[in-house]
């Protein structure tokens, strides 16, 4: 048997359909003090053309052991004993600021395989905090029956910058869109103001879009984080269309386009929490009320607006992660694709 010039384990979630996969061991060498320190040093060996940092992320979200659509991130110390542990999260086109969903994966897996001591009074929620590069979040794991039955995402504050912003996007006219920063930034938009809706069929044309609208807003000032520039630009783009009230609140089918084209798959947790954002501005929500927000694919989050604070609004999503696999990745030395590729 050849013998591997690398090797990561690690254990993949799914949460609402979008996958996540952890690695908790193996990860490489991450320089910085705090967890937001460790992924700028990342982008700044990717802008420097350093590979031997980022072979990491690309053997593990490229093909053949990965795709276009894989999400993951790398398990690293917390910025202080507040929290349980920090991660560095990654896509195929790097390192992002925020991942509502993987934190979700992650508090399922933090209480699963005991990384966070469980409580012995039987279903009772654990709170499993983390670190993150735009602050620190809490995913409360639910359990029924000793197993993990849904995780609520406690986010960053988000706040509205943009509740009505004009934007040319290129060959599809000019849109409306509103814009809040929830971790990272997202641009929404109604996809009935592209002649389009939030179906697979469609989605070609929303990622056209998306592209459109990301480079109109490329320097904007609505899409500079008002506190911390490496929060800064349009991560991603969400398209939603209205569905019938519920009892509780509104209801919503989206679509998030991030990075250079990714389709998340799930209603997109830090997404949702901007959604929240929008429609609490805009009066459609109020304290307590609960949006519920449907994927391309069909699932679900329920999302509640939980209170006001200073810098913003507090959000709670709450969904299900559910363990895929655990795998052990391989390279040999003379593997002449070496890390991989994407098409």
């Given amino acids: 048997m050849r013998r591997p010039a690398a090797e990561f384990r690690t254990t993949d979630y799914h949460t609402a359909g979008e996958p996540f996969r952890i690695v908790a061991d193996g990860a490489p060498p991450l320089p910085g003090s705090t967890v937001a320190a460790r992924r700028a ?28 659509g894989m999400y993951g991130g790398f398990v ?11 991660v560095v999260f990654w896509h195929k086109d790097g390192y992002s600021t925020a991942c509502g969903h993987g934190a979700m994966a992650l508090g399922a897996w933090a209480v699963e395989s005991g990384r966070v001591r469980v409580p012995q009074d039987g279903d009772a ?21 000793g197993r993990v039955a849904e995780v609520t995402f406690r986010n960053v504050p988000a706040v509205v910058s943009a509740a009505r912003l004009p934007v040319a996007a290129g060959s599809f006219g000019t849109v409306e869109a509103g814009v809040a920063h929830a971790g990272a930034c997202y641009v929404s938009v109604a996809a009935g103001a592209l002649g389009l809706e939030v179906s697979r069929r ?42 019938p009230d519920t009892p509780a609140g509104p209801h919503q089918r989206s679509v998030t386009v ?5 389709i998340d798959r799930s209603p997109c947790g830090s997404g949702t929490s901007a959604r929240l ?47 895929t696999g655990e795998h052990l990745f391989t390279l040999e030395a003379d593997d002449e694709l070496g890390t991989g590729f994407l098409l």
């Fill in 202 to 243: 469609a989605l070609p044309r929303l990622t056209a879009a998306a592209r459109e609208i990301r480079a109109a807003l490329t320097g904007h000032q609505a899409v500079r984080h008002p506190g911390d520039p490496l929060l800064s630009g349009v991560y991603g783009v969400m398209f939603h269309e209205e569905l």
């Fill in 76 to 86: 690293v110390p917390p910025d202080d004993a507040g929290a349980d542990f920090g």
């Fill in 41 to 68: 040093a990342l982008v700044r060996a990717i802008a420097a053309g350093s590979c031997e940092q980022d072979a990491a992320r690309r053997l593990l979200v490229r093909e053949p052991r990965g795709h276009a």
């Fill in 125 to 145: 929620p654990v709170a499993v905090r983390i670190d993150v590069p735009s602050g620190r979040v809490t995913a409360l794991v639910r359990r029924r029956a």
């Fill in 277 to 323: 954002a929008l429609l609490a501005g805009s009066g459609r929500m109020g304290v307590g009320d609960v949006l519920r927000h449907e994927s391309v694919v069909g699932s679900v989050f329920t999302a509640r607006l939980a209170g006001r604070a200073p810098d913003g609004v507090l959000t709670e999503i709450t969904g299900t992660s559910h363990r």
């Fill in 258 to 262: 991030f990075a250079d084209g990714q």
